[in-house]
């Protein structure tokens, strides 16, 4: 069966949740998924006119919590209200503190946050390219002291069905199995 290209499916679909200030110390939160790890400490995220763009335009910075199983009632929220309209933060019931690196929030519930600095916004193309200058990890999804995706527990989005999934089990170890067939 062939589908129209405006319904491609491209996986995983991320489930980003892009914290920001707005110019009087507001937080903010909005629910992305169109996002990738573009360079070492670089994240480029295609995000359209939203609150937290103006919001980023103005402080320069922005957080990049990781949306979980735990956590999808909330990040769900995050996308389907508008900053412009409710405070999302309070509605949510989350907690927050501002990052120690940049001037964005970091909001508690999160396990895993990136904070970054804006290192380019193209309005034209809705591309943010940010520079990350420090992570934050909670004890509880850390192995041996890296972040464990299997006890993060992380969403994608499914634009198929529009629903939320778990990446799922270890299936084979990276620059390991293939060598199998050089010889």
Not at 2 to 31: Q, R
Not at 78 to 84: W, Y
Not at 120 to 149: R, Y
Not at 166 to 173: L, M
Request: with cysteine; proline share 3%.
């Amino acid at each position: 069966m062939e589908f129209d290209a405006k319904h491609s499916v491209i996986v995983p679909e991320g489930v980003f949740i892009i914290g920001t200030y707005d110019e009087n110390g507001v937080p903010n939160a909005m629910n992305a998924a169109w996002g990738i790890q573009s360079d070492y400490e670089e994240i480029a995220l295609f995000l359209a006119k939203h609150k937290t763009t103006e919001n980023l335009k103005k402080t320069g910075a922005f957080t990049v919590a990781f949306a979980t199983k735990s956590t999808v009632v909330i990040s769900d929220y995050f996308g389907v209200e508008s900053g412009n309209n409710v405070n999302k933060i309070e509605k949510a019931g989350v907690h927050v503190h501002k990052s120690a690196h940049v001037n964005a929030p970091i909001i508690e519930e999160y396990p895993l946050t990136l904070e970054c600095k804006v290192k380019e916004w193209n309005e034209e193309k809705e591309m943010l390219i940010g520079t990350i200058v420090s992570q934050q990890a909670d004890e509880s999804i850390l192995t041996d002291g890296k972040v464990d995706l299997g006890k993060l527990q992380p969403i994608m989005y499914d634009a198929s069905f529009h629903v939320y999934r778990t990446i799922g089990e270890v299936v084979g170890k990276a620059f390991s199995d293939g060598n199998a067939l050089k010889g």
